[in-house]
Nanobody
Framework: VQLQAFGGGLVQPGGSLTLSCVGSRSSLSYYGVAWFRQAPGKEREGVSCIYGGSTYYLDSVKGRFTISRDIAKNSINLQMNNLKPEDTAVYYC????????????????????WGQGTLVTVSS
């Protein structure tokens, strides 16, 4: 599968953005898909994941971010509300086809396929 990430941009604190990870060559229905982010000088961290029928979130984004599948568009979307300056980062989507222990879902090494990053900047 090939992944392309879209939707980044500049937004004021409290604003919203929706990121999309579009798959090609294969249906994303067969993959676990996660969003990661990496801020300058920091390690890449898992933000949210959709795997099987379950969704997972980093504690700091719970209640603000929502991950969902759009089967018709073969995409995984990340709706981000009430954005904060600390959400500023390059966001990446990643996919894994195999069965994965839930404890590994937020480890970058778990994922076989990566999209290019999309920059999210939260600033007034």
């Amino acid at each position: 599968v090939q992944l392309q990430a879209f939707g980044g941009g500049l937004v004021q604190p409290g604003g919203s953005l929706t990121l999309s990870c579009v798959g090609s060559r294969s249906s994303l229905s067969y993959y676990g898909v996660a969003w990661f982010r990496q801020a300058p000088g920091k390690e890449r961290e898992g933000v949210s994941c959709i795997y099987g029928g379950s969704t997972y979130y980093l504690d700091s984004v719970k209640g603000r971010f929502t991950i969902s599948r759009d089967i018709a568009k073969n995409s995984i979307n990340l709706q981000m509300n009430n954005l904060k300056p600390e959400d500023t980062a390059v966001y990446y989507c990643a996919a894994v086809p195999a069965r994965v222990n839930s404890g590994r879902l937020f480890r970058p090494s778990t994922y076989d396929y990566w999209g290019q990053g999309t920059l999210v900047t939260v600033s007034s």
